[in-house]
Structures are given as structure tokens and as C-alpha cells.
């Protein structure tokens, strides 16, 4: 199984990889961008690669993600698992989104920890019917910073070794 894989990765080049690892969610640039400095992709290159990559699904998932819930609610299974997504990610940022508004959203991406990132900051922002064009603005600005800090960081932890 290992191989086949292996085999498919090898069909694309590095920054192909890069710019698909970007899109996948959990991962999304925090994790594409020390793979892409690991693979010798230039520290601009592999913002110039990763940053617009992270952010082709912001919008569909904004702008789809009720309509996607609508159709597997139909399952008992995903509606168990929406119904836990929906009501979590309300609570875990009701206050900050009621506090801080669009700058909630805005710390919700920029900061690079875990369940942080645009796939959160999207849903967030349909959860709570923010406003599209401010809620793109924003999640565009937050992922810029995380951007920067995770290159930052991986540049300085890759150097040491």
C-alpha cells in the first residue's frame, strides 16, 4: 500500500505535493510548509505555494457547508457527527466571535496551533453567517500571519539541524 502511494507522489513534483498538502484539512499550510522547505522549495517559493493553495477552500466551505450538512443528516451517523461539529465549534467559539467579531475570526486562523487554521475559520464563519466578503478578508489576513510565523519557525528549527 506504502508503495502505491509512494508511486502516485512521485507522478507530481514537489511543489504540486506542496500545494495539495496545503488544501488538506488539519494540515493545511501549517504542515505543507515544513514539507516544503524539507524538499528545498525556497522560503518564498514556498509561500508563494502554499498560502493561495490554503485558501481554494475557504470559500466553497463558507458558502457550501449547510448544504453539505443538509445531505448527510439524511445518514444517522453523519448527523450524530454534525450535530457534534456544529454544537462544539459554537460553544468553543461563541464567546469570541460574540466578544471579539471579525477579529475573533481573525485569531481563530492566524494563530498556528491545532483545529486552528482556514478549514476552522470557514466553518466558523458559516456557523455564525458572518458576513462573506469580511469573512474572506479576514481569514485571507489571519492565514497570512500564520503563514509567516510557521515559516519563520520551521526556517529557524530546520536550520539547527
Do not use: C
Not at 504542515?31 to 490554503?54: E, H, R
Not at 454544537?87 to 494563530?111: D, M, S, T
Not at 478578508?137 to 526556517?155: E, K, Q, T
Amino acid at each position: 500500500m506504502t508503495e502505491f502511494f509512494l508511486d502516485v507522489l512521485s507522478f507530481f513534483s514537489n511543489e504540486m505535493i506542496v500545494f495539495i498538502i496545503s488544501m488538506v484539512p488539519l494540515i493545511e499550510l501549517r504542515g505543507a510548509i515544513p514539507v516544503a522547505l524539507l524538499m528545498d522549495i525556497s522560503p518564498l517559493q514556498t509561500l508563494l505555494i502554499t498560502y493561495p493553495a490554503s485558501l481554494i477552500p475557504a470559500p466553497f466551505i463558507i458558502l457550501l457547508i449547510h448544504q453539505v450538512f443538509k445531505l448527510l443528516e439524511k445518514i444517522k451517523f453523519f448527523k450524530k457527527l454534525i450535530d457534534h461539529i456544529v454544537i462544539r465549534n459554537r460553544e468553543k467559539h461563541a464567546e469570541k466571535i460574540a466578544k471579539y467579531g471579525y477579529f475573533g475570526l481573525f485569531i481563530i486562523v492566524a494563530i498556528p496551533l491545532p483545529g486552528t487554521g482556514v478549514w476552522s475559520g470557514s466553518l466558523v464563519a458559516a456557523l455564525f453567517d458572518l458576513e462573506f466578503k469580511k469573512a474572506i478578508l479576514i481569514i485571507a489576513l489571519g492565514n497570512l500571519v500564520a503563514a509567516s510565523i510557521i515559516l519563520l519557525v520551521s526556517m529557524g528549527v530546520i536550520g539547527l539541524f
